[in-house]
């Protein structure tokens, strides 16, 4: 089987990037991501999958994993046509990146390495980040399972956030030793969101390389259905005073994916995705996907509260709530379903439906499939008079309106403005302090 360090870096290859790969969805992302390729792509096309952790140890815990996953569903085939697992295993190769996303220094080091390493990216999946909840109202969580279990285990509104989370000092001390003044970086704001901002603006040459119209380089944002309207404060876009700053990130989330391709936003978009002097033949495309509710290790719980966890998302699954995958590799399917899905396809959808977001959903038995996720302020599509869907709509949704629209598309503008803002301020004192990584 292909190691690490003799994996191959073929032009024609189909190169895929997922952050926080080493455990839960991301895990997850990995596993069934292999299992569709093998499946539906041609097999003269090879998969490089990229996995990005804070460590070498647990990168080289998450190659073992996938290629143990990739054996094991060879072997499955090999049953079926013998002689095939040769085959099909020297399709698939792994590579890892050390990643911190709330160092931006790290960050630009591993998009230095992957321009070094890699002559494109396909697809970047954006799925590593925090919780930053530290309990739960145990009281407010008995009386919503007895008033209303499907709501309540769907957007739960009993879980605790740590609040004014910053992220270790970006610059290093001067050269007395003494420490540099630098502003707070709200973790949860850099870990969630601001350092795949910056992952993605860096590596967006590789997404734009050997790419088309027929064929663009692809952004997937992992959100999540907990992306309230009121949770973020357009005062306090890292988040540093908020009671609710996971839910913020996944709001803003939502915000500038889904503004990404409006006229207004042209000149952030353009800048974020280095989309400047030389233009190439097909800018990079972002989508927005998530993952339902599944059991993952973003909220720490002991075994047997674990335990339990599952077993409230199976019973609310059987209930009726489409939202419920439950298991990682379920969730798992919108954000590979963007990834490999033609993009005649995902641009045939969109100019009949609009730019929306895309959910991991099954049935009552667990079948999963893809499905369209309403947003606070944008329905599932933007598009005025859209069919209102009766199942799975968040406590807080109302019918779009065209003055809620307009206050969307104002609201994403004004997140691209201040995201290109503080991306260019952090990149000059980095400059200034004399260890930013150059990138050209």
């Not at 080493?22 to 096309?45: A, K």
């Not at 396909?122 to 009386?143: C, E, P, R, T, Y």
């Not at 290093?172 to 540099?180: C, E, I, N, S, T």
């Amino acid at each position: 089987m292909p190691t690490l360090q003799d994996a191959p870096t073929p032009d024609d290859g189909f190169y895929v990037l997922i952050t926080g790969a080493n455990s839960g969805l991301g895990l997850g992302i990995g596993c069934r991501l292999i299992d569709e390729f093998l499946h539906s792509r041609p097999q003269s096309q090879s998969l490089i999958l990229i996995v990005t952790t804070r460590d070498k140890r647990k990168g080289d815990a998450t190659v073992k994993q996938l290629r143990a996953h990739l054996h094991k569903a060879c072997q499955n085939l090999e049953t079926k046509l013998p002689g095939i697992r040769m085959l099909l295993e020297g399709r698939v190769f792994f590579r890892q990146e050390i990643l911190d996303l709330t160092n931006i220094l790290n960050v630009q080091r591993c998009a230095r390495s992957l321009k070094d390493n890699v002559p494109k990216l396909d697809v970047v999946i954006f799925n590593a980040g925090i919780g930053a909840w530290v309990g739960m109202d145990w009281l407010q969580i008995a009386w919503c399972i007895l008033t209303s279990p499907v709501t309540s285990l769907t957007w739960a509104p009993f879980k605790i956030s740590g609040v004014g989370w910053v992220t270790k000092p970006q610059l290093p001390p001067g050269k007395d030793g003494a420490k540099v003044e630098e502003p707070p970086l709200g973790d949860v704001f850099a870990a969630n969101f601001f350092g795949h901002y910056l992952l993605g603006h860096y590596t967006a040459p590789l997404l734009a390389r050997y790419h088309s119209s027929e064929n663009r380089g692809r952004i997937i944002w992992v959100g999540s259905l907990d992306a309230y309207e009121h949770s973020l404060d357009l005062n306090d876009f890292q988040y540093l005073t908020s009671e609710a700053p996971y839910e913020a990130s996944k709001r803003m989330t939502d915000l500038m994916c889904i503004t990404s391709t409006l006229p207004s936003t042209d000149p952030h978009t353009d800048a974020f995705l280095a989309y400047t002097e030389e233009k190439p033949a097909a800018k990079p495309r972002i989508y927005l996907a998530h993952p339902g509710i599944c059991g993952t290790s973003i909220f720490p719980l002991n075994f047997i509260l674990d335990a339990c966890m599952y077993a409230a998302f199976f019973i609310v699954r059987l209930l009726g709530s489409q939202w419920h995958p439950v298991t990682a590799y379920k969730g798992a399917t919108s954000m590979v379903w963007l990834a490999l899905a033609k993009q005649s396809t995902l641009d045939a959808m969109e100019e009949r439906e609009g730019v929306g977001k895309w959910g991991s959903a099954t049935d009552r038995w667990g079948e999963e499939r893809v499905e369209r996720t309403e947003i606070e302020g944008w329905g599932w599509g933007g598009v005025l008079g859209e069919r209102k869907k009766k199942y799975g709509r968040s406590p807080f949704a109302k019918d779009l309106t065209e003055q809620g629209k307009r206050e969307f598309e104002e609201t994403g503008k004004k997140c691209w403005e201040e995201m290109e803002k503080l991306r260019l301020e952090w990149e000059k004192r980095l400059e200034d302090a004399g260890v930013a990584v150059e990138m050209e």
